[in-house]
């Protein structure tokens, strides 16, 4: 079975820049998740979707972040305009159910 | 409000036991996962606990007192393999979502 995809793995960008992550979660999962991780830190949950609707996005700085699941499939996480404080890595998360999520190799930003 | 204690790090030899502990305050809880994560990698799943108790996988178990918003992780047996990051996850909600601890980096020295 493959896992969740996501692309790219790395992206260095200036601040004020805009920057987009994709991510192909597991065949069949109908929940997917975008998490922030900054250095040293847990994931920090963005943004939570039950197939092509938005469950919760809460934490996600709308004024800058802005996340699709247009199909109910893939998904991209928009950054726009990055600062610095959004170095960090941004993992993929989906879940057949509640009780597991897998996540994504993560995509790294750095933001200069 | 969420609230997650976890030591931030821990250091054992290689062959014995380490017990890592986590301490959560969590509105709607409704269990509670371990994650391993090694350095540059995403977290994988260890363990889900519901109800009080122990749960046994391998080397691998996990205790959950609801009562008292407390959890370890005990890790037997260590291998040089298990060094990484141990991240503590309550779960809430009728949606199941985590919040993640900051972590505890368990180092295993030969």
């Known amino acids: 079975e493959a896992g969740v995809a996501q692309s790219p793995r790395y992206k260095i960008i200036e601040k004020r820049q805009s920057v987009a992550f994709w991510c192909n979660p597991i065949?069949?999962?109908?929940?997917l998740y975008w998490y922030q991780q900054i250095l040293g830190q847990g994931p920090k949950l963005l943004i939570q979707f039950q197939n092509n609707g938005v469950v919760d996005d809460s934490q996600l700085p709308k004024d800058r972040f802005s996340a699709e699941r247009l199909k109910g499939v893939d998904s991209t996480l928009k950054i726009q305009p990055a600062k610095l404080e959004d170095s960090a890595v941004y993992l993929c998360?989906?879940?057949?159910?509640?009780?597991?999520?897998?996540f994504g190799p993560g995509t790294r930003l750095t933001v200069l | 409000g969420q609230n997650i204690d976890q030591p931030t790090e821990m250091t054992a030899t290689e062959g014995a036991i380490v017990q890592i502990n986590c301490t959560y305050q969590t509105s709607g809880f409704n269990g509670l996962f371990w994650y391993q994560q090694h350095a540059g990698e995403a977290p994988t799943f260890l363990s889900y606990?519901?109800?009080?108790g122990l749960e046994e996988k391998g080397r691998f178990s996990s205790f959950l007192s609801r009562s008292k918003g407390y959890s370890y992780l005990l890790l037997k047996e260590l291998q040089m393999k298990d060094s990484a990051s141990y991240l503590c996850a309550p779960s809430s909600g009728s949606a199941r979502q985590l919040t993640f601890g900051s972590g505890t980096q368990l180092t295993v020295l030969p």
């Open positions: 606990n519901v109800l009080d």
């Open positions: 998360a989906s879940s057949p159910h509640p009780n597991e999520q897998f």
């Open positions: 065949s069949g999962h109908a929940t």
